[in-house]
């Protein structure tokens, strides 16, 4: 079946412009989680969701990052105002169920680039 | 504090050598999630293997095998007579049973094989 997949795969923006990163998890995945990778560095947790309700955000840098699951499959994370500190590959994974020690499949990863 | 160190930031093999990638974590909750995730050229990442923290046992699964020793906080992980496909970007990673399942990535070790 298909993967996780993210939208766009790649994102050039000029800073203070918003920003909509998309992930469609695997179909009947409980758990999705947001992921920022920095080059050369091990990706960092941002935020995850059980179904439609957001569990843990702690991972967001700052009020300029947001997440929603509305209908608890298709999410999307938004950096408003970005800034060039914003550049990064965000990465989505999915899991089947929710609770620790759960395999996550991650997607292909969105490259966000601010000028 | 909750962590994962991967020392190694770079190895270069020559085919058909073994090598191992160490991983050395903190934490001090009883309860664990060891993973072992590929990050290929072509930058998806792969789930390898996944250890509980009662379980002890080495695993062997064809040229790859993982040692986890709790008395030193290590989970390792060996490729035997290396491949040219072996070249990647490795990642520990770390959750735990009430966090969630986020993950807890170390910083990579990046394994090139060469002819």
């Known amino acids: 079946g298909a993967g996780v997949s993210q939208s766009p795969r790649y994102k050039v923006t000029k800073r203070g412009q918003d920003v909509a990163l998309r992930c469609d998890p695997i179909?009947?995945?409980?758990?999705l989680y947001w992921y920022r990778q920095a080059l050369g560095q091990g990706p960092e947790f941002l935020t995850y969701f059980n179904y439609e309700a957001q569990q843990d955000k702690s991972g967001l840098p700052n009020d300029r990052f947001s997440a929603e699951r509305p209908e608890g499959s298709i999410s999307t994370l938004t950096i408003q105002r970005t800034e060039q500190r914003d550049s990064a590959m965000y990465r989505c994974?999915?899991?089947?169920?929710?609770?620790?020690?759960?395999?996550?499949?991650f997607g292909p990863g969105t490259r966000l680039t601010v000028l | 504090a909750q962590k994962v160190t991967q020392a190694q930031t770079e190895i270069s093999v020559v085919e058909k050598e073994d090598v191992t990638l160490d991983c050395v974590y903190e934490?001090?909750?009883?309860?664990?999630?060891l993973f072992w995730y590929k990050q290929p050229p072509s930058g998806e990442l792969v789930f390898l293997i996944r250890r509980n923290s009662f379980d002890e046992q080495n695993e062997i699964s064809g040229r790859y095998s993982w040692n986890f020793q709790k008395s030193t906080s290590s989970f390792n992980f060996t490729i035997t007579a290396s491949q040219v496909v072996d070249s990647a970007v490795y990642f520990c990673a770390l959750s735990f049973y009430n966090q969630g399942g986020k993950l807890i990535f170390g910083q990579g070790t990046e394994l090139s094989v060469k002819p």
């Open positions: 994974a999915s899991s089947p169920t929710s609770g620790g020690g759960n395999e996550q499949f």
């Open positions: 179909s009947g995945h409980v758990s």
């Open positions: 934490t001090r909750d009883t309860t664990y999630y």
